[in-house]
């Protein structure tokens, strides 16, 4: 009855469901605000000020029947140039509407890529860890995904000496997510200097492109003076994704881009076949009144202050109780060594004491976790205690 | 550089994109207003008042963090529910929240049920003059379309001895779009009952389940006393895809949502799959504002007396210029039979006196064109002249 290709996915899904539940568990018996749950990637802060303003401004003075009827399928035209410009001011580019692309959210512009570039027997390599859904993704277009090793030794940013050893003629993409989730690892100028030099030497050899495919929905969530690089300028293949879902709190709208740099090739075929690929396998078109939104919105963003606080005492109170984690960067996760060499017995322990995160595993990881910090700040603050009594447990 | 598996989708998008254009320039030449394009399925009128007074309402009364926040893939339990009691109150049925998935549109809605059935080499059947996009859906999931011929002696309503005549152990799924695009014809109890019990004979000679995929986002928009049959009242194995698009005027939106009867054989498992199907393939989730706006405007619709005195006005038009036409019962459609064997000469008469419509080979039904006329009532008036100077033309 249903397809067996479904497997894999449906494969997946139950372990996500499984811990979701737990969290519902615990907290009917504990009360909500005695369960520390780490595990979410939902944004705890408002929308600024400036999302409410503009749904009020369109809602009563725009045509409705320009804000809720159909546009050309890349989006409207206004709202690409907006983001062209935002480019434009940012890095220097010479971008317009045509480099942009609007779509439902950073994974339906993920998808529309990856079904424009990817043919059945494709291989797409991630770096572990990494967000297993973009397995999900390559797969629905017939690729497959593999991981370079994680390279604890260096800060988990990649090692581009371990992405050589895996590139075949096969590969056709490489998924760079910076900042990073779940490490929270900004990933460095000099990483992105390298990555860039083996992929350009593989193209040379294999004689075709191999794309760099940039996820950054984190891209304004940076706690340290690290420059996020701007992949266009280090590689001309550079492919950029991304979503208002964290910049400014809108992860049920499915709002997002994808941007092309002029330096690809074939341009104007590339981004017709990624209009039609955006159009039949990702929703048809971005949600209308939300791409106005975010055009009136496209300098603000919530309050970033505010997490990297969050982030800064959750790393003290989890060291402080004797556990080792990579100090937060970027993005909104605390990425926590797990004193149990299988991880899952560390989160077993940790939920003892009502902590809820995420398993290493999740992200193709083990021997860490994850800790989601884009919660309430007293969440944190109330959560000592039970950091505390855990690390207790494993260093006496 | 770009997948070869994305060919059969771009050669069908060219053809669409030239006509498109076709309009802006016939625009530039003689003025927007001296150009009657029949062409689009973008809904002229505006939405309902409930829909400005329900995004008033969110935006100033509702927890933001619920309005754009993640809720569970399937959607908000409350909507849900919402269009379930609708189901209920409608339909007798005794339908909850599981029965619902929400979707990036009716569009998400099909891909995520033909992900969820189709694997590679699985058929599916729609019956001809059909919307084209059906078939690239199908496509994503690796399955081909086989079309049952266009019923013209009949009204265009489909043969239930012609369907049962394509069936064969591959095939899956069967689309049903009612009130049809393009033919503006509502499909009568008599021919659903014929095509339930031809495909249950096939489940049981194949030994396994055949889905109807109902189409119906113009469930709505009906212009006579026929009452569009609710499919799971005749077949088990109906799956109901749904849009707001044209009863609300929200195409831009892509809200919509996929209804599966408790009749359908392993329920819970096969809403488990469409859950993942829907998250992994069709966006994660439906917009979550937009969910909450159809939520209070489910008794809402557009003015639909309005569609229907176009329709009827288009119909004496045509009719009186000396053509002939399919009386129009729903959707808002004007199927127009071609005074030239290839419907293009026809075309191109009309675009002479600057009417624009879609041929039917775009619906897989050559020899026939499609006119919306979902479009102001002035643009319908001001076209008679045109229309009978090409009625002059083709019989004196």
Redesign the interface.
């Known amino acids: 009855?249903?397809?067996?290709?479904?497997a894999p996915?449906?494969a997946g899904?139950s372990e996500i469901r499984a811990m979701f539940e737990e969290g519902l568990k615990l907290a009917k018996v504990y009360g909500k605000e005695n369960v520390y749950d780490f595990c979410?990637?939902?944004?705890?802060l408002?929308?600024p000020k400036e999302?409410?303003e503009a749904?009020?401004y369109i809602?009563h003075n725009m045509d409705?029947?320009l804000?809720?009827?159909?546009?050309p399928n890349a989006g409207y035209d206004s709202t690409r140039q907006c983001v062209a410009d935002y480019f434009n001011r940012k890095y220097g580019t010479d971008w317009s509407l045509n480099n942009i692309i609007m779509t439902?959210?950073a994974?339906?512009a993920l998808?529309a890529v990856m079904?424009?570039?990817?043919?059945?027997g494709?291989k797409m390599v991630v770096f572990a860890p990494y967000f297993v859904?973009y397995a999900?993704?390559a797969y629905?277009?017939?690729a497959t995904t593999v991981a370079v090793p994680p390279n604890e030794a260096n800060g988990f940013e990649p090692d581009p000496a371990e992405l050589k050893k895996i590139l075949d003629p096969s590969v056709k993409m490489v998924i760079i997510n910076n900042p990073n989730n779940p490490t929270g690892v900004i990933y460095s100028p000099e990483t992105i200097t390298g990555i860039a030099d083996v992929l350009r030497e593989a193209e040379a050899e294999y004689g075709?492109?191999i794309y760099i495919l940039a996820d950054e929905p984190y891209k304004e969530l940076v706690y340290t003076d690290q420059v996020v690089p701007f992949l266009p300028d280090y590689y001309d293949h550079s492919i950029i994704c991304y979503s208002w879902s964290k910049s400014l709190?809108?992860?049920?709208?499915?709002?997002g881009y994808v941007a092309v740099p002029n330096t690809m090739?074939?341009f104007e075929?590339?981004m017709?076949?990624l209009?039609?690929?955006n159009?039949?396998?990702?929703?048809?078109?971005?949600?209308?009144?939300?791409q106005l939104i975010v055009e009136r919105c496209i300098d603000a963003q919530v309050d970033v202050p505010y997490y990297k606080k969050n982030g800064q005492e959750l790393y003290d109170i989890v060291t402080k109780a004797g556990f080792t984690a990579v100090v937060p960067q970027g993005a909104f996760y605390l990425w926590v060594k797990s004193p149990d060499e299988n991880e899952y017995d560390f989160i077993k322990a940790l939920k003892e004491e009502r902590i809820l995160g995420v398993a290493g595993s999740a992200f193709k990881c083990p021997g860490y976790i994850r800790l989601s910090f884009c919660i309430a700040n007293e969440t944190i603050q109330r959560s000592a205690e039970s950091f505390y009594k855990v690390g207790k447990k494993y260093f006496g």
């Open positions: 009855m249903i397809a067996k290709s479904m996915l449906l899904a979410v990637g939902n944004p705890g408002h929308p999302v409410y749904i009020d809602n409705p029947h804000v809720h009827g159909y546009m439902v959210g994974g339906s998808c079904r424009t570039v990817f043919d059945p494709d859904e999900n993704w629905l277009s017939g075709h492109p709190s809108l992860p049920g709208e499915r709002i090739d074939g075929e590339f017709g076949a209009n039609v690929a159009r039949v396998a990702c929703g048809t078109n971005a949600p209308s009144m939300m």
